[in-house]
T-cell receptor
Framework: DAGVIQSPRHEVTEMGQEVTLRCKPI?????LFWYRQTMMRGLELLIY????????DSGMPEDRFSAKMPNASFSTLKIQPSEPRDSAVYFC????????????FGEGSRLTVL | AQKVTQAQTEISVVEKEDVTLDCVYE???????LFWYKQPPSGELVFLIR??????QNEISGRYSWNFQKSTSSFNFTITASQVVDSAVYFC??????????FGDGTTLTVKP
């Protein structure tokens, strides 16, 4: 089975532009997580979904960030408008056992906002 | 509140040396799960091991071994006879039934030939 698939792998954009990151979880996994990784803050959980429903979005930094999961095989993380401090690697991960399960990570989307 | 501390920011060893990566955790939950992940230079995070709070048995997998001690809230990771390919950032993580994983800041391991 394919792993977690993220796109784009790299994105360079200018401040103020809208950015959309995409994720396809592993089939059968009913939990999906969005993480952000930076040197300063390490790995931060932004939001996670269970059965397509957002469960905890307390890690979403600001209203500029939004995430959706319209179906079990697709999720998006949107930043509008983007700012230079949003530059980071964004990881999507899925899991099939919320409390116990290990995370299966995608390769990440490296975002650079100029 | 949950917390994971990886006090070693960077470790450098020479190939074939043994190396231990430390992980100390804090949680008030009695049921929890501990993990180690590896992030090689390619960037992807790879799951290595999961332990639950009721199983303190140590585990060995090839050159990797894990020592879980509830008494000291530690879950340490040892690589025996390290190899250059072991060079990576290693993360310890804690998850409770609340679902969130709390990650440590990671330990960067460099294995020199």
């Amino acid at each position: 089975d394919a792993g977690v698939i993220q796109s784009p792998r790299h994105e360079v954009t200018e401040m103020g532009q809208e950015v959309t990151l995409r994720c396809k979880p592993i089939s059968g996994h009913d939990y999906l997580f969005w993480y952000r990784q930076t040197m300063m803050r390490g790995l931060e959980l932004l939001i996670y979904f269970n059965n397509n429903v957002p469960i905890d979005d307390s890690g979403m930094p600001e209203d500029r960030f939004s995430a959706k999961m319209p179906n079990a095989s697709f999720s998006t993380l949107k930043i509008q408008p983007s700012e230079p401090r949003d530059s980071a690697v964004y990881f999507c991960a899925s899991s099939y056992r919320e409390g116990t399960g290990e995370l299966f990570f995608g390769e990440g989307s490296r975002l650079t906002v100029l | 509140a949950q917390k994971v501390t990886q006090a070693q920011t960077e470790i450098s060893v020479v190939e074939k040396e043994d190396v231990t990566l430390d992980c100390v955790y804090e949680t008030r939950d009695t049921t929890y799960y501990l993990f180690w992940y590896k992030q090689p230079p390619s960037g992807e995070l790879v799951f290595l091991i999961r332990r639950n709070s009721f199983d303190e048995q140590n585990e060995i997998s090839g050159r990797y071994s894990w020592n879980f001690q509830k008494s000291t809230s530690s879950f340490n990771f040892t690589i025996t006879a390290s190899q250059v390919v072991d060079s990576a950032v290693y993360f310890c993580a804690l998850k409770t039934n609340a679902g969130k994983s709390t990650f440590g800041d990671g330990t960067t391991l460099t294995v020199k030939p």
